[in-house]
């Protein structure tokens, strides 16, 4: 190890969760560190317009808000950690995160490592990936200036892709598995209402078609799921929209999870199954898993931990 250190509270992703976290905990005068991770501001820096965050009635850039929340909680002294988590060990007091070469001892920790958008798992997915396919309309919108491009999904996130590539794209096709999308009533208005995107329905992606050597996607290949008929369908692009996975894999075998890898807390507060250790965000929330879900249960957590290393004054 290069660095060993101890602080009081360790912090584990720097989204909506983790930067409200870090600011009650710096309020408190815990001398929060955080942990940025691999995507620092979580999963609202790779969206638009943010039009449900109250506070903000014209509506703000996803990357702004976030900006404004690490500011907010570099103010009151959250120091910030560039680096990703290589391993934690919970099961040893002080808890011990190492980033890399550093080693980071703490008394209470705070995850809110977030969850990471799904993709198809086919291999020509991951092989035309930045060829034509990609899991973030926003980053890569642009490229498909006056384009054809396909999104994949029947949730807001598809609807709010497939909306936000008609600013580029002449036509957008969206593909869904299933007759019914899953989206909001205002989303689903906005994007059935859109002259430019056009639905394609019971229809999954069998494969990309494409050589990345040589200009990228072209095509995919589309299956209908009732008829089981397959069609060759020319486009420039793959927009993969099908939901999230929460980013567990650190804690497995550690924190208590649910069947799909969320982690568990006690109902009404933030707390894991192991005292000192404590939840919030999107990584324990796959039902609401928004930007003010993610800051009240980041704000929670912080109390939480308050109260926590209170406790642990009382008992030394
Ligand atoms: P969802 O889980 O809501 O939707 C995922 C969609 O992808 C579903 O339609 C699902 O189909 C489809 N899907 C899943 N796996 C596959 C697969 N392997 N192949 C093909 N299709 C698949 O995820 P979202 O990311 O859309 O939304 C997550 C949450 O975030 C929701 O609560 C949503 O309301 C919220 N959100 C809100 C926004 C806003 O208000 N502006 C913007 C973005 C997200 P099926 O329907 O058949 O299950």
Redesign the pocket.
Known sequence: MDKKSHHRVLILGSGAAGLTAAIYAARADLAPVMIEGSQPGGQLTI?TD???YPGFPKGILGPELMEEFKKQAERFGTKMVFGDVTAVDLKKTPFEVTVGKDLYTCDALIVATGAT?????IPSEKLLMGYGVSACATCDGFFFKDKEVVV?????????EALFLTKFATKVTV????N?????K??QDRAESNPKIAFLWDT??DEILGDPKNGGVVGVKLKNVKSGSVQDFKTDGVF?????EPNTKLFKGQLDMDEFGYLVTKSGSTATNIPGVFACGDVQDR????AITAAGTGCMSAIDVERYLETLKHQH
């Open positions: 969206t943010v039009e449900n958008a799904k993709l198809l798992g994949v999904g029947g949730g807001d996130t598809a609807m709010e593909v869904h598995r299933r019914e999308l899953r989206a909001s205002i989303m999954v992606i993969v929209a099908i939901g999230h039902v609401y898993r928004q």
